[in-house]
């Protein structure tokens, strides 16, 4: 993420603060995020050098003017005008970053080989609640190639309980006991 993008998250997210519509800007950015994630060309077409910063500006009002939250319309606008709609995304993550932080909430990304049950999900979010003393919010990854186990990715921390990664160090083990 860039700093760009940290600063613009950040302050976005103040000024969410400051007018007490943290929790609308947060859906709004959310839906944004997510609908540029499943179309970048709209983002392409926010910093295409082609357009006339105006133009650029009025796509933007055209698109969104009236249906999100005004100060999110006004950022909108001007990372058109100054090219750095590609910033959005990373943004958009900073903003939910500074919102976990201000409420305690974790985000912890769990690997494993098949989908998890709900009953374990509820558990491994009851012990990490309990670890970590936050409220956890659980993004789901499936990757046959775990073979077995999960592995938890949060606060920029692994833990890697899979099964093909206790393979990998008991090899690892014995070809250094070989050698």
């Known amino acids: 993420m860039t700093e760009i993008a940290k600063a613009y998250g950040k302050t976005l ?3 969410a603060v400051e007018c007490e519509s943290v929790e609308q800007m947060l859906d709004e950015i959310t839906t944004l995020r997510q609908a540029f994630e ?3 060309q709209f983002l392409t077409l926010m910093n295409t050098p082609n357009l006339t910063k105006e133009e650029r500006v009025s796509i933007v009002d055209d698109s969104f003017g009236g249906k999100i939250h005004i100060y999110l319309l006004n950022f909108l606008k001007i990372i058109a005008e ?3 709609a590609h910033e959005f995304i990373d943004t958009a993550k900073q903003f939910r970053n500074e919102y976990n932080w201000e409420n305690g909430i974790e985000t912890v990304t769990v690997v494993s080989a098949v989908a998890l049950g709900a009953k374990q999900e509820a558990q491994l979010v009851e012990k990490l609640s309990k670890a970590t003393g936050k409220t956890i919010q659980l993004e789901k990854k499936v990757d046959p190639a775990v ?3 999960i592995r938890l990715q949060m606060e920029g921390l692994q833990m890697d ?3 093909k990664n206790k393979l990998d160090a008991i090899r690892s083990r014995l ?3 070989i050698a």
Do not use: S
């Open 175 to 177: 070809l250094h006991t």
């Open 147 to 149: 073979i077995g186990g």
């Open 161 to 163: 309980g899979t099964v």
């Open 13 to 15: 997210y103040d000024l």
């Open 82 to 84: 100054n090219g750095t």
């Open 38 to 40: 499943e179309n970048p």
